[in-house]
């Protein structure tokens, strides 16, 4: 029941991170969203990610003294690969009411090397993590990381408005 908890509170926190960045401004404050807003929110996303995975993987002290430096950088270039998506994100939401042949090119274009990038990522880091905690807790751990991913992109879809 507690994990279903903290997915639920990662689940608010990701749409608020992703409500923020299509969003011209704050509306507490009415001043403009800033990219340290975004960095302190991704912060708070990661502790969350990290629970989450603490949670589910149960590693014994040894796993988790092998498996937390290599998860590390993992998460640092998948937040320089996010930063494509935030970008895009910003670009798309200042512009969806009115888009051209062009910019939707673009956009059709950014957002499939953003999947592609992750992608990329992901396979880079299988045999790291193998090494690491062994095969059976990799796969393991790419479940919990590919059910972090669904519900980024669930709220993603939810919150960004269709191309008009």
């Known amino acids: ?9 990662t689940t608010f926190v990701l749409g608020t991170l992703n409500a923020m960045a299509q969003a011209p401004a704050d509306a507490n404050t009415g001043r403009p969203v800033t990219d340290d807003d975004i960095a302190v929110l991704r912060q708070d996303i990661q502790a969350d990610k990290t629970e ?19 998860y590390r950088n ?36 950014r957002a499939l090397k953003f999947e592609e990038d992750g992608l990329k990522l992901r396979k880079s880091y299988v045999a790291k ?20 991913t669904l519900l980024v992109n669930v709220q993603l879809a939810a919150l960004l408005p269709i191309i008009k």
């Open 52 to 70: 989450i995975i603490t949670r589910n993987m149960q590693f014994t002290d040894e796993q988790s003294k092998a498996f937390w430096p290599v």
């Open 1 to 9: 029941m507690k994990v279903i908890r903290v997915l639920l509170v």
């Open 74 to 109: 993992y998460a640092h270039e998948q937040q320089v690969i996010g930063d494509q998506r935030v970008s895009l994100i910003k670009d798309y939401a200042a512009n969806y009411d009115h888009i051209d042949d062009v910019q939707a090119q673009s956009y059709i274009t």
């Open 129 to 148: 993590f193998e090494k690491a905690i062994g095969a059976k807790q990799t796969a393991k751990f790419y479940q919990v990381d590919s059910r972090l």
